[in-house]
């Protein structure tokens, strides 16, 4: 009976994990061992810091909110206060792109927040 080593298949299997690590430096792009292990660790990366994404626009948006609302004497805590007591629902994405390219728009929701503070 004939013995089977797989060549084919592990050749084929070998091909595709160092295709997924094309473009990385030294052994990482052509040993498979290697291959393999850089090739997973980025995918965890990936995967994280898909999560960490949003995390890190929401503060980048905060940021740029209390900036823009201190500009008008207001901190960032009381312009949100003022903003929710008069039922405004502009989401942060949004606050943020106003403040930083539409200060006159940005000014009149101040003017609107601060009314229903004090």
């Given at each position: 009976m004939v013995r089977v080593k797989k060549g084919?298949?592990?050749q084929k299997k070998h091909k595709k994990w160092l295709k997924l690590?094309?473009?990385?430096?030294w052994g990482?792009?052509?040993r498979f061992k290697l291959a393999k292990q850089a090739?997973?660790?980025?995918?965890q990366h990936a995967y994280r810091d898909r999560r960490r994404k949003k995390r890190d626009m929401r503060r980048l948006w905060n940021i740029k909110i209390n900036a823009a609302a201190r500009q008008h004497d207001l901190p960032y805590s009381k312009f949100?206060?003022?903003l929710r007591e008069a039922d405004i629902k502009i989401d942060r994405k949004i606050l943020a792109d106003?403040?930083?390219?539409?200060?006159d728009v940005f000014?009149?929701?101040v003017e609107k927040a601060k009314e229903h503070i004090e």
């Open positions: 084919q298949q592990k690590a094309k473009g990385y430096k990482r792009k052509s090739v997973m660790k980025a995918w949100i206060y003022g106003l403040g930083e390219n539409h200060p000014e009149k929701i």
